[in-house]
């Protein structure tokens, strides 16, 4: 929805205030969609060119999210907590041993589908069970599965951030495709000099606008996408250094209602639920 609104907020102030003072939106509407064809045409058949196959899936799965708002929210954090404290208080009650059944098959799992807002989400769902799966199989060493949690971690964020990237260096490019659109129509102009002025002048003027549409496109378009997908990114990766921090805790010994606080702490402050909030919900869930 912000898309949405920072899109029209930016067509609005760029063409209305040029429209306002006594700029020509004909020779504009024009030229723009020549000039559109040249830039857009270039810079996607520049993103075919440099991006593999795998890449250029993750970006069109990766687009459709960015018109949604963040899932990443103090709910889902709460959420998330619970279904922690819930499992570590089963394994502090009966054992190791008694969560197994839970983690081989979540979607059957009544902890986990108490709490449908991160049950639904396949990939965390998978990160917890995985390494509850080997605190399971016994005599892990802290440090060991700290670093192994660092190395997934480092590699999902590695890998959400291929589309953000794949579009930033789009974003770069677009300035430099308008150059080339309005060079070709100074081109075109200098082949007519044989032209009257006020025919030369608005041939000349067209050109321009491709040089304009290239710096739009890249600053008022493409290159915030790939700011945005960056947050989104990072939003996603935050959501597993909670887990981790929280299992680590346990691992050390530590009670669940301590051991979730260790995740608490983990989270941005926008978003991090207060200790008495995050308390108040765990008692509602249980």
Do not use: W
């Not at 769902?125 to 399971?136: H, T």
């Not at 000099?193 to 030369?200: M, Q, T």
């Not at 606008?209 to 790939?226: E, H, K, Q, R």
């Amino acid at each position: 929805m912000f898309v949405i609104i920072g899109y029209v907020v930016v067509i609005a102030f760029v063409f209305g205030v040029y429209a306002a003072t006594g700029g020509n939106m004909a020779v504009v509407a024009h030229a723009a969609p020549h000039e559109l064809a040249i830039i857009l045409g270039a810079a996607i058949g520049a993103f075919l060119v440099a991006n593999p196959a795998k890449t250029l899936k993750a970006v069109l799965a990766a687009l459709p999210k960015l018109f949604q708002g963040s899932k990443h929210t103090k709910a889902r954090y709460m959420a998330l907590m619970a279904l922690l404290y819930d499992i570590l208080t089963k394994v502090r009650k009966e054992g190791m041993m008694a969560i197994e059944s839970d983690i081989e098959d979540p979607a059957k799992s009544p902890l986990f589908q108490k709490h449908p807002t991160v049950a639904s989400d396949h990939h965390l769902v998978e990160f917890i069970c995985d390494y509850l799966r080997m605190m399971v199989s016994g005599n892990m060493n802290p440090l060991e599965i700290e670093s192994l949690m660092d190395q997934e971690i480092e590699t999902h964020h590695h890998e959400g951030m291929v589309p953000a990237h794949a579009l930033q260096t789009m974003g770069d490019g677009l300035p430099a495709f308008g150059i080339v659109a309005a060079v070709l129509g100074v081109v075109k102009t200098m082949a007519s000099v044989g032209k009257p002025p006020a025919e030369l002048g608005a041939m000349i003027a067209s050109a321009l606008v491709g040089t304009f549409l290239g710096i739009l496109l890249a600053y008022g378009f493409v290159s915030p996408l790939a700011k945005l997908l960056e947050a989104k990114c990072d939003e996603s990766t935050k959501e597993l250094q909670c887990v981790k921090a929280t299992l680590l805790a346990s691992l050390q010994g530590y009670a669940p209602a301590v051991a979730v606080e260790f995740g608490r702490k983990v989270l941005y402050s926008s978003d991090r639920p207060s200790f008495a909030e995050l308390e108040k919900h765990v008692k509602q869930k249980r």
